[in-house]
């Protein structure tokens, strides 16, 4: 027998019809990513890469130009687009992590003869004995990890054909989802019960917000990615654009991420140049970087602001992010703020139901 408080709560938060096909649909959508997400992948990629093109083509549209011509015109900015990146910026990256690791022994020598400078000054809290056992440790660790590389490489033949396949699927997919996005949202509606004014309503209120997230995140670490590349190469810094690519990403994890790639960007630059004008310089443009990022430029993207609270955000990154790796962090705020809208929407309604039942008792 159900206790009298769960029927009680059940009543209260899905006695609408439209509550349980909305909380239907979610159910549905979260089954089918956790369960079939990996066979999915190049599909829901594709429609991810297809919602951020739709801002594009929107606005060719608004100057009157028809939708096939803005699409046709969108997907060949994408094609040179990803072209460049698949023929230019990768093989770039993939050379300039294989120089940082034959460079990576080297570093950590260094920092073993920096760390030994310790003892001397500071004999009573650590010892040239403790020095060396980490770093044989950081040595076992290296070793370990340059034998899963070698690993990984020769396992990854099946990868590799699957990543080719992608590359031709997903930009296939990209363009019939945005030619024939009329057809498929009609289709799908179509399914859909006719009655389904909460959804559509949920769907409208996140959408604005959905889309000025994902869009100006993009923007965001194209912007910052840049802007830090260039700063990098008037300094001459060394792995430039792989620090560059670091920084961009970095903005995706709010809080956390900027923490993090501080760290490699002062250690390259300490090993290039040591406590030097040259290490104090750098820094100083990269936080300045940052200051401008979070100061000027995110208020200027994100005009529509996400009021959640940071403790909200960082819980969001963590269990979105352990769900769906990266594409669950880039998602965590527009989820948590889903969540956000629905805790919010549903006892609305039920306070709302209950003065029209009393006044037709």
């Not at 099946?158 to 363009?175: D, H, K, N, R, S």
């Not at 670490?221 to 670091?246: C, R």
Request: proline fraction near 6%.
């Amino acid at each position: 027998m159900i206790p009298k408080v769960v029927r009680n709560w059940f009543r209260r938060y899905f006695s609408d019809p439209q509550a349980v096909l909305l909380a239907a649909l979610l159910l549905g959508g979260f089954t089918v990513i956790l369960t079939m997400g990996t066979m999915l992948a190049p599909v829901l990629a594709s429609i991810i890469i297809a919602y951020l093109l739709e801002g594009l083509v929107r606005q060719l549209e608004r100057r009157r130009i028809p939708r096939f011509p803005a699409v046709t015109l969108v997907y060949l900015i994408f094609l040179a687009v990803l072209l460049v990146i698949l023929l230019g910026l990768l093989p770039l990256l993939s050379r300039q992590v294989t120089q940082f690791a034959q460079e990576l022994p080297n570093m950590v020598a260094r920092g073993r003869e920096l760390l030994l400078q310790l003892p001397e000054r500071y004999p009573n809290l650590i010892s040239a004995a403790q020095i060396d056992e980490l770093f044989a440790r950081v040595r076992g660790e290296l070793g370990g990890l340059g034998q899963s590389v070698v690993s990984v490489s020769l396992a990854s033949i099946p990868g590799l054909i699957a990543l080719v396949v992608y590359l031709i699927l997903m930009p296939l997919l990209v363009f019939f989802f945005l030619k024939d996005k009329g057809v498929i949202l009609g289709w799908v509606t179509g399914l859909l019960p006719r009655e389904r004014s909460l959804p559509t309503q949920v769907w409208r209120e996140m959408d604005g917000q959905i889309g000025n997230y994902v869009r100006g995140k993009f923007w965001e670490i194209m912007i910052v990615g840049s802007v830090s590349y260039t700063v990098f190469a008037l300094f001459n810094l060394n792995y430039a654009p792989l620090l560059a690519v670091a920084v961009g990403f970095s903005v995706i994890i709010p809080y956390i991420g900027a923490t993090v790639v501080t760290f490699p960007v002062a250690l390259v630059a300490y090993f290039q140049w040591g406590w030097g004008d040259e290490f104090g310089w750098v820094v100083l443009a990269y936080l300045i970087v940052q200051a401008l990022d979070g100061n000027v430029l995110v208020p200027l993207l994100f005009s529509e602001a996400v009021n959640l609270h940071p403790v909200a955000i960082i819980v969001a990154v963590l269990v979105f992010g352990g769900l769906w790796g990266l594409w669950g962090v880039f998602f965590a705020i527009p989820l948590a703020t889903l969540v956000k809208v629905l805790l919010v929407f549903w006892p609305r309604r039920a306070e709302a139901a209950k003065p029209a039942a009393a006044q037709s008792a």
